[in-house]
Structure formats: structure tokens, C-alpha cells
């Protein structure tokens, strides 16, 4: 199991940035498949994007890709997802999950992630 804490979110205008982080605890980072998803009221929440255990790897929701990028450090036990050009949709609260034994291959599917942080909200004005 490890622990998820995130943070960064807030407010910006359409067409701005923001960078959310996600530390984790425990030794065993690297060996976790990491996922950011979303949700906005009222709706599912889904995925946003997902990064292989070494980081070689990222894989992304057709809706925010070319705009968001994910990256991770595993010796500092974080993992980042970079937001630009952002737009009102993008509005959502963000979390971030950690699969041990999910693959790769179905970083998507919501139920492969076991632990997730609280969130942290991103609000998007047009």
C-alpha cells in the first residue's frame, strides 16, 4: 500500500498552466504502475493519464493529449502531470492512483488503481 498526496491545483484562465504533483510514500515507488484521472461534477470520474514504473512510457486520454504530460521520479517518489492550454472543460477535481500489480496495457481502466489520493481541484475560467 502506499499513501497519495496531491497538490497544486487551482484557479487559471483558460489557455493558462498548472502543475499538479502527487507524493507518495513507501520504498517501493518504482514498482507502481501511476494513473491521474478526473472528476468534474456530476459526472464519472476518468482517466486523464498514465506513466510506466521506470517513466519510459505515457499514455494519455485522447482529450487532453498534446496538452498535458506526465512525468515521475522515482527516487523522489513523486509524480507530476504538466497542464497547458488548459480549458474550462479540463475543470475537475484531480487524483492521483497507484496500481502494484495492474498492467500497463489497461492503465485506463479505473478499477486496476488500489490507492489514490485525496485530489485537488483545478478550476478552469473562460
Known amino acids: 500500500q502506499v499513501q497519495l498526496v496531491e497538490s497544486g491545483g487551482g484557479l487559471v484562465q483558460a489557455g493558462g498552466s498548472l502543475r499538479l504533483s502527487c507524493g507518495a510514500s513507501?520504498?517501493?515507488?518504482?514498482?507502481?504502475?501511476m494513473g491521474w484521472f478526473r472528476q468534474a461534477p456530476g459526472k464519472e470520474r476518468e482517466f486523464v493519464g498514465a506513466i510506466s514504473r521506470s517513466g519510459s512510457s505515457t499514455y494519455y486520454a485522447d482529450s487532453v493529449k498534446g496538452r498535458f504530460t506526465i512525468s515521475r521520479d522515482n527516487v523522489k517518489n513523486t509524480v507530476d502531470l504538466q497542464m497547458n492550454s488548459l480549458k474550462p472543460e479540463d475543470t475537475a477535481v484531480y487524483y492521483c492512483?497507484?496500481?502494484?500489480?495492474?498492467?500497463?496495457?489497461?492503465?485506463?481502466?479505473?478499477?486496476?488503481?488500489?490507492?489514490w489520493g485525496q485530489g485537488t481541484q483545478v478550476t478552469v475560467s473562460s
Open positions: 513507501g520504498r517501493t515507488f518504482s514498482r507502481y504502475l
Open positions: 492512483a497507484a496500481s502494484y500489480s495492474g498492467s500497463y496495457g489497461r492503465a485506463a481502466l479505473l478499477t486496476q488503481y488500489g490507492d
